[in-house]
């Protein structure tokens, strides 16, 4: 079964979270290059998922395929609520001191500028080449969250590594999610012709820098904010090796490599068995997330 033919549920949640420093500032394994690097993804999801939202909802009036329709809606609908709860997950990393905030500003700069193109040239016959490159960048950018979602499901040790249960139960919710509705733009990519050459492109600039570029915002993060990594730099060059090497990162540049081929499709990589394991996990009768939903 492809991802295709999963139903995309838009699933209210609420977390525990709250905009005060609490448990453990080193969250993710007691690292303190893993826990800014988790952070700073928490960050950067929530403008990055609207930046998702919009290459594709600017296509809506043009798929006309009922089906893909319904399933952009679910995608829109998941990546809205994946904003949400990190941005409520964001006030806490900010109280613990991390520099949320500060992420979240610098790459909410497209939207101001999307705005008023989309505004000023709503026919979809302008701008092509820059609609495009906005809805490569997404699928290539889903390609590179849903390997990121397989390998946090999939590993043992990710689960122990997220000391703290909320923030555990929120990238699950999160991966389990982003696996579901992983082939959804890549769809409307296809539905409209784009040529195969520009996700391609995107998923060059990606995989060549797409984890140099995190580990310096990452660094950058310490550097900026974090005294008591300011002052262990053999730890944090320790650490970053050993991040690298941790589950959630191993194996990633080759899992891009598919991705290049033209003939590529996201459900050619078959997650049926995980995510039906982890929908029982999170959301069958005893399930961890029962509660949370609202
Ligand atoms: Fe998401
Ligand atoms: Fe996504």
Do not use: C
């Amino acid at each position: 079964m492809g991802n295709a033919a999963v139903d995309l549920t838009v699933r209210r949640m609420k977390f525990g979270f709250d905009a005060r420093p609490t448990g453990d500032k080193y969250f993710a394994d007691g690292s303190i290059v893993f826990s800014h690097t988790v952070a700073l993804l928490s960050a950067i999801f929530p403008p990055g998922e609207d930046i998702f939202v919009r290459s594709v909802r600017r296509y809506l009036d043009e798929i006309t395929d009922p089906e893909l329709r319904k399933r952009v809606l679910g995608f829109i609908g998941q990546e809205k609520t994946h904003g949400l709860q990190h941005r409520e997950l964001n006030e806490q990393l900010a109280a613990m001191g991390y520099p949320t905030a500060w992420f979240e500003y610098l790459l909410q700069s497209t939207e101001r500028m999307e705005k008023f193109l989309d505004k000023q040239y709503p026919s979809p016959d302008r701008l092509v080449r820059l609609r495009h490159f906005f809805l490569g960048f997404t699928v290539a950018a889903e390609h590179f969250t849903a390997v990121w979602a397989e390998n946090i499901l999939n590993s043992p040790e990710i689960q122990t590594m997220m000391y703290d249960p909320e923030i555990r139960n929120l990238l699950n919710w999160h991966a389990l999610e982003e696996l579901e509705h992983k082939s959804v733009a890549f769809d409307v990519y296809r539905a409209l012709g784009v040529p195969e050459s520009t996700r391609i492109r995107w998923m060059r600039f990606d995989s060549n820098l797409g984890i140099p570029i995190l580990l310096a915002f990452a660094w950058l993060s310490i550097i900026a904010t974090d005294a008591d990594g300011r002052r262990q730099p053999w730890r944090i060059l320790r650490e970053t090796v050993q991040m690298l090497r941790n589950p959630m990162w191993k194996g990633f540049y080759s899992a891009m490599r598919p991705f290049k081929d033209p003939g590529f499709h996201p459900d050619q990589i078959d997650n049926t068995e995980l995510l039906e394991t982890w929908h029982r996990e999170l959301f069958g009768d005893d399930g961890q997330l029962a509660g949370h939903l609202k």
